[in-house]
């Protein structure tokens, strides 16, 4: 099992340097021809070099020779020759590859692919591709999650393991609304919880959290860090996209409406395709295909580079339906998983002939190809004047500035360089005052269909160089259906069915070992978005197709897969290991204990934010933008505005090119790659924060202005920290030892407070208040906060 580092030098092995070594090298130095003795088509190969030595020496990019030869450092060794240098891009990417160890992904010379046959035979050999298994008669149970148990408690047994007893119900039902709203639950909902004997109460407590808004803005966050979404486009500019917004508001709602899941991937793929009852379905539809157009834009000129937005779509469709990394097989043949160059091309094809909206760019500043909700007469009636309005003043903003540019590199020109500033500047406040006066219409961040057409195998990657044309399709090893020939659209809808059929044995898989990884910190497949040849096998691959079979089978529903997943005891059970099975299965593969868990960047937030009343828990629309039709951003001057929110984290700006310091450093997501699973670090920096950032300090400072509002007694003040906080009541102990030390702190910093009056004179004393936003600090800093059992 590879672990990340090694995946991620193996993609950047496969993206960046494969190409050159095929393109440039193998030529001369490959199977059929080795000038100077050299091979450069394996890694073995290079580390047995030529005539004049190793041609690679891992860890010293500096010191290889093949680095001084694509440099053109020596006039005798040059490569390629009669030719220039490799771009200095591509020679970058060939210095990192051998300082990171020159990582190769396979032993197999580049010229050889995977022989076709390959792929029928994977379909049987290989587990994800297999069909979904039945289960055995005598392994069903009562009820659905009385199966659960009976396939954790057979695998239990077969390890001599022991489980753990049943968590607490303060436990449970922290760890529950926790796992399904991301908010802590209120001391009142405890005590209804802690009351309510029936036997139904848990069932209950579960219904009522999946009934809840905070749930799907939980769950929603969960799905956004899988498509990379963001409130930019990612180019060098970053160019804000105000209407992203919609499709974060679509996934929220459609988690709590619980939108069967197959639904869910057919309205991303193509809402725009399928039919509808009215128009607020029809545009609801509309925008869910953000998930489309939210893939990362390039460079100054991302109009120009469709072929790697492209990639970016493909890759991400495959990880996150599907399971499977796609990108690597733009250049070549995948060297682990059954798809062929020719497969990548198939479903490039179908996106290819569909229209991505563009947001702007520094060489392309104005937005193009968005969606409108209106038809195009009525919309030219409405815009059309202001349109006319607008066009003359952008030509004369066009040919000015192609008259700046002409005198731009020109010192005798610099008064002419300077008048033609004024007149761009002045004609631009000209411009802004007109396009603000636009009146408002309903625009997407969406996909529409193109002119359809079979695209050509681009060789290793390039655009430039195609081949032969190959036929709209899907995977070969799941199906290999074919558009037929001429197929008058994009194939999107097509796609989309393929994707959801039952008898793709993947989607289903994948998702709910999705879901099945964030109720267990880790999923049945632990490499959640990688169930191909590179990934690790299930460990218990019976549940994960029972779970699978169950999930189609009640209509794909999210929210029956959370029932019947909590309701299990596995899921019930206490975080605490008993010690004889803690000695045979220390990771809990075996699942003889709950793992605990620290709380994500966005719930450590939204939890302050709530203890501290300060929370906003109203849905969000768009931020305060400027006016969509006035931005004017290039890559030495990007979009890097950051808007203060109250409201959950969901609703935070993501932006692309500027991360939140606190998300980031706390491991959440940065809309670029996709996070299937958030890594949990425990560093300095964090610590320093909980102690001194002023969030922390401005939001302890308004808990213990509350604990003082509303608690008569020091007593019931540290009950209502306790149960807030750590969802539990203080012990005896700790009412003692908080009491004492608020005694002390009240007295240390009324005297601190006396010796700092006149330097502080203007801030309000309350030594009191301040003790305990000194303690809330602390608790907030602690495990028993951070942590979930």
């Known amino acids: 099992m590879a672990g990340a580092a090694d995946r991620a030098g193996e993609a950047h092995f496969e993206r960046h340097v494969r190409p050159v070594l095929v393109k440039h090298c193998v030529a001369c130095h490959g199977r059929e021809m080795q000038e100077g003795e050299l091979r450069l088509d394996s890694r073995r190969a290079m580390l047995q070099g030529g005539s004049r030595g190793p041609a690679i020496l891992p860890g010293n990019a500096d010191g290889s020779l093949l680095i001084t030869a694509v440099r053109h450092a020596v006039d005798d060794l040059s490569m390629p020759p009669e030719a220039e240098p490799l771009s200095p891009e591509s020679i970058e990417h060939l210095m990192r590859w051998i300082n990171r160890g020159a990582v190769w992904t396979a032993d197999v010379p580049l010229a050889e692919t995977v022989p076709s046959e390959r792929i029928e035979a994977l379909r049987s050999e290989h587990w994800s591709f297999r069909p979904l298994a039945l289960l055995q008669s005598q392994k069903r149970a009562a009820t659905a999650s009385g199966v659960v148990d009976r396939l954790i408690d057979a695998g239990l047994e077969a390890a001599g393991l022991q489980p753990s007893d049943s968590a607490s119900r303060e436990q449970l039902i922290r760890r529950a609304t926790f796992d399904l709203t991301g908010l802590p639950p209120t001391p009142q909902e405890v005590d209804a919880f802690l009351k309510d004997d029936s036997t139904d109460a848990y069932a209950q407590l579960i219904e009522r959290l999946l009934a809840s808004e905070a749930y799907g803005e939980r769950w929603g966050r969960h799905w956004l860090d ?25 996934v929220i709602d459609s988690f709590n409406h619980d939108l069967p899941y197959d639904q869910f991937i057919r309205e991303q793929l193509a809402g725009d395709l399928l039919t509808y009852r009215d128009e607020d379905e029809r545009w609801r539809q509309v925008i869910a295909t953000g998930y489309l157009a939210i893939a990362r834009r390039i460079g100054v000129s991302p109009h120009t580079k469709k072929h790697v937005m492209l990639e970016d779509v493909i890759d991400n469709m ?14 070549h043949d995948h060297k682990f998983d059954p798809v062929p160059t020719s497969d990548y091309y198939a479903l490039y094809g179908i996106f290819d002939s569909s229209v991505f909206p563009h947001a702007g760019a520094e060489h392309k500043q104005r937005r193009a190809d968005f969606v409108y909700r209106l038809e195009t007469e009525e919309l030219n009636k409405i815009l059309g004047p202001h349109r006319a309005q607008l066009s003359p003043v952008l030509a004369e903003i066009d040919e000015l500035r192609d008259q700046r540019k002409n005198v731009r590199e020109r010192p005798d020109k610099k008064e002419e360089f300077d008048r033609l500033n004024d007149e761009i500047k002045s004609l631009w406040g000209k411009y802004t005052k007109i396009a603000r006066s636009f009146p408002e219409v309903d625009i997407a961040y969406a996909v529409s269909e193109g002119n359809p057409h079979e695209a050509q195998v681009q060789r290793q990657g390039d655009p430039g160089i195609k081949r032969e044309k190959v036929r709209r399709g899907f995977l070969q090893v799941l199906g290999g259906q074919t558009l037929p020939e001429g197929f008058a659209q994009s194939g999107r809808r097509e796609l989309a069915d393929w994707i959801v059929d039952p008898k793709n044995p993947l989607t289903a898989r994948v998702m709910v070992n999705r879901i099945w990884h964030h109720h267990f910190g880790r999923g049945l497949v632990r490499t959640t978005s990688d169930f191909g040849l590179r990934g690790q096998s299930p460990s218990h691959p019976e549940l994960l197709d029972y779970l699978a079979r169950y999930f189609m089978e009640h209509d794909w529903s999210v929210k029956g897969m959370h029932r019947l997943i909590m309701r299990s005891q596995a899921y019930q059970r206490s975080s605490q290991p008993l010690a004889a099975s803690e000695a045979i299965d220390p990771e809990n593969v075996f699942l003889h204990r709950a793992n605990r868990r620290r709380l994500s960047a966005e719930e450590f937030r939204d939890t302050v934010l709530a203890i501290s009343g300060r929370l906003d828990r109203q849905p969000a629309g768009s931020h305060p933008f400027p006016h969509k039709r006035t931005f004017h951003y290039r890559q030495h001057e990007p979009f890097q505005e950051n808007y203060q929110t109250d409201k959950r984290s969901i609703y935070l700006l993501q932006s692309r090119l500027r991360k939140i310091p606190f998300i980031d450093l706390f491991d959440g997501p940065d809309g670029n790659i996709p996070f299937p699973e958030r890594r949990s670090t425990s560093t300095p920096l964090q610590s320093l924060y909980l102690m001194n950032a002023p969030f922390i300090h401005e939001q302890s400072l308004a808990v213990a202005e509350r604990i003082i509002r509303e608690t008569e007694s020091d007593r ?29 702190a009240s007295r240390a910093i009324a005297a601190a407070d006396k010796v700092n009056s006149e330097v502080d004179a203007e801030r309000e004393k309350d030594p009191r208040r301040d003790a305990w936003a000194a303690c809330v600090r602390s608790m907030f800093a602690s495990n028993a906060f951070l942590y979930i059992d």
Do not use: H, M
């Open 318 to 331: 495959g990880k996150t339906f599907l399971g499977l990394s796609l990108g690597c097989a733009r250049c």
């Open 226 to 250: 899988l498509v990379r979404y963001a409130d930019t486009a990612g180019d060098a500019s970053d160019y804000p996209v105000p209407e992203a917004f919609q499709y974060r508001n679509y």
């Open 716 to 744: 019931s003040a540290i009950d209502w920290a306790y149960r807030w906080l750590f969802g539990r009541r203080a012990t005896d102990e700790e009412l003692v030892g908080i009491q004492n030390y608020l005694e002390k």
